[in-house]
């Protein structure tokens, strides 16, 4: 682990942590990055080559984090502390994984999280609070000192300051496994949104975490709800009951009307949110969420936007894991399309934060991304549809041929998704015997 964690820090940042190292000139230096990166010497040649080594007491072991549960990629990763050796300064290296790169202090770091500049997940947060506190004495001892050093899942993801990442386990569409419900709070109000596991355990999981920031000035002010589907909802009464028990009281669930209406006889929406309506907490910092009416996932689906920190809540308009199903009629793929360019036509956005995996931090490429995957889609459908394809399942054959046969009935209802709007569109006309013909016009 020590070896490759110096590596990787030659590999990414161009420091090189070897005992030997000191008399290379900042040339030698490149010309060994050089000669790893085109693969010309592994790594213990190279060692070897330049009669370099390691020496593990170089590297102080400051905790070992796994990836929480949503993420598709699984990492358990060791970390090390250790001190740049002299005349050599980190910076990203031309073939790096790493998109950019400063060289500032780990307080200032912190503070740019603190200000809702940039997004941290768990282990760089803890390095960096850690890390501001000062190079103490106990210094390995504060990086030692949360369960989550030691392999403890991390289950809340503070990815924004005042925004909790809780995901929860559910029975949703695969390759997800999990639901994201938010927390947002301040000093005195909690917003609980999307509570939707049905299981006991994730619910009660849930139930503490939620408690934890329960204190005599600060209660949970309602339950939000992005839109209708079970696997985003199923948590709701078990969060309510155990309020009721805890703090005595039942909190308002607040849903979109249309959402609410579907619900009926399975949760009990207390408030509508309309369009444009804003969301705002009472006490510190001040915390102001606007609603948007974004259907097309669903009918009734609602993001929440924060005009300050230019983050939003996408529901499953936009996910950090998997697809976004477009199911007639509870989906509609027109309505879809212009709710992914009202998103995209919010100014500032910094970070979006869905419905499964991942907060995204490149919002509008992935918007783009979204937009063009769905056109390109479309028009390869409308040439199938020209070329004689006249049903969904001949249509898929031709189209999906990138998914695998046991996902064909999942990419039959997006194809009819698309069909409709292209019916909308008057390019494709439905006939008696429910086939598709393409219309005469051309684009
Ligand atoms: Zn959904």
Known sequence: MISCAARELFEEVGVLLARGSRTLTTGQLASLLDDLESKRM???????HYGLHLDASDFTFVGRWVTPPFAPRRFDTWFFLVSSPPKQEPRVTPDSELES?????????????????VIAVPPVLHALETLAGGLTDDLVERFLSVPEAHREPTRRIEFHPNYICFPVRTPTKPPATHTNCYLIYNSNEILVIDPGSPYGDEQ??????????????????????????PDHVAGVNALNDHLEKAQGARVPVAAHRVTAESLQNQVSVDR???????????????????????????????????????????GDNIVGYGSVLIDPPEGNMRDYLASLARMRALPQLSVLFGGHGPAIANPYEKIDEYIAHRRQREELILAAVREGASTPKEIVARVYTDVSPKAHAMAERAVLAHLEKLIADGLVSEQTDGEYLATQTKR
Do not use: M, Q, Y
């Open 42 to 48: 592994s790594w213990p040649e190279l060692l070897r």
């Open 204 to 229: 009660a999981a849930l139930a503490k975490c939620v408690d934890s920031f329960v204190t005599g000035a600060r209660t949970v002010r309602e339950i939000l709800l992005t839109h209708v589907h």
């Open 272 to 314: 509508f949110i309309e369009d444009t309506e804003v969301l705002e907490l009472n006490g510190e910092p001040a915390i102001k969420l606007r609603a948007l009416d974004t259907p097309g996932h669903a009918r009734g689906h609602l993001c929440f936007h924060d005009e300050r920190t230019g983050a939003l809540i996408s």
């Open 101 to 117: 790169g400063e060289w500032i202090t780990a307080r200032e770091a912190h503070a740019k999280w603190e200000r809702s500049e």
